[in-house]
């Protein structure tokens, strides 16, 4: 009887081995998965800050003129006129205001056109 109960006993702790083992794994796994889906999260964010900037809008003669960043050729000459903009945008088109697409462009043109 002894010996029934020794391997009983054996058999419940490799029983709960095994277990344990098996929910280690199941956690381990669940950790990398997570671990890779926020490196993914930061490469698309990394992507998204490479992203290079397509167009300037720089001051001209007090009028607003858009250029390609690429090879500084002029893009239009809006009818916006730069002492018309609000002190903040001034300073920021000073500095040269950049866009990535013409859909931001003329989001911003079409707030500050007549």
């Known amino acids: 009887m002894k010996l029934a109960n020794r391997i ?5 702790g490799f029983l709960c081995i095994i277990t344990l083992g098996a929910l280690s794994r199941e956690i ?7 671990e890779n889906r926020e490196l993914q999260s930061k490469k698309a964010v990394q992507s998204d800050v ?11 003669e ?8 690429k090879d ?13 903009l ?17 859909k ?3 989001g911003f043109l079409e707030d500050y056109s007549s």
Request: hydrophobic share 35%; net charge negative; with cysteine.
């Open 50 to 60: 490479q992203k290079e900037y397509k167009y300037v809008v720089l001051e001209e």
């Open 8 to 12: 009983c006993i054996f058999l419940y």
């Open 72 to 84: 500084h050729t002029r893009y239009m000459t809006t009818g916006i006129s730069f002492s018309e």
């Open 28 to 34: 381990y796994l669940d950790n990398k998965l997570e």
């Open 62 to 69: 007090n009028t607003l003129i858009v250029y390609y960043v």
């Open 86 to 102: 609000p002190e903040k945008i001034q300073s920021e088109v000073q500095q040269g205001l950049n866009f990535y697409d013409e």
């Open 104 to 106: 931001s462009l003329f």
